[in-house]
């Protein structure tokens, strides 16, 4: 089974910083990779769609890239709002997400 | 309007056997597919299975063995039964429409096993 490695686990920053997540899968998994954003007491929202795709709806700070094993979720201005834990998710073979990584503000 | 709403027991007593229903509204489940996924109180998420949209399932292997997915189309309703339930296996469990990512949720349902 793939397994999906984020860091860090915790992640403590100011408004208006540059915030970079990092997810890490133990095989290459072909940009088959998705970000979701989990406010506490709600369910997961989808950011970003393999690898690189913004969904619908969601604020242009919300990047990402990667390939291989080795993926980002770029917040190029963080806000207040953005304060939630963060998963990643590979499709590529089996499905799993990632431990998370729970940001907060400074 | 997309929607899915999850109902089951909220208490299930350990060796049991879960069963959840997944109901669906404003999509059609024979061009989507739904996976369940789950959320153990203060941990992180869990996929664990899915039924596409040509009815065929995929299951995470950690939980294969106990795990069944099933729907009806005519109800547009999905259904999860897992078996020989443990403490472990306390959570949120969510269905959620998995296609061009998982991008609707359903609330959640908070399962409890204990005796």
């Known amino acids: 089974d793939i397994q999906m490695t984020q860091s860090p686990s915790v992640l403590s920053a100011s408004v208006g910083d540059r915030v970079t997540l990092s997810c890490k899968a133990s095989q290459n998994i072909n940009k088959n990779l998705d970000w979701y954003q989990q406010k506490l007491g709600e369910a997961p929202k989808l950011l970003i769609y393999f690898t690189n795709n913004l969904q619908t709806g969601i604020p242009s700070r919300f990047s990402g890239s990667g390939s291989g094993t080795d993926y980002t979720l770029t917040i190029s201005s963080l806000q207040p709002e953005d304060v939630a834990t963060y998963y990643c998710?590979?499709?590529?073979?089996?499905?799993?997400f990632g431990a998370g990584t729970k940001l907060e503000l400074k | 309007q997309v929607q899915l709403k999850e109902s089951g027991p909220g208490l299930v007593q350990p060796s049991q056997t879960l069963s959840l229903t997944c109901t669906v509204s404003?999509?059609?489940?024979?061009?989507?597919?739904v996976s369940w996924i789950r959320q153990p109180p203060g941990k992180g998420l869990e996929w664990m299975g899915v039924i596409w949209s040509n009815g065929g399932t995929d299951y995470n292997s950690a939980i294969k063995s106990r795990l069944s997915i099933s729907r009806d189309t005519s109800k547009s309703q999905v259904f999860l039964k897992m078996n020989s339930l443990q403490t472990e296996d306390t959570a949120m469990y969510f269905c959620?429409?998995?296609?061009?990512?998982?991008?609707?949720w359903g609330q959640g349902v908070m399962v409890t096993v204990s005796s």
């Open positions: 959620a429409r998995d296609t061009m990512g998982i991008t609707y």
């Open positions: 998710y590979q499709y590529n073979s089996g499905n799993t």
């Open positions: 404003g999509l059609s489940l024979t061009s989507n597919s």
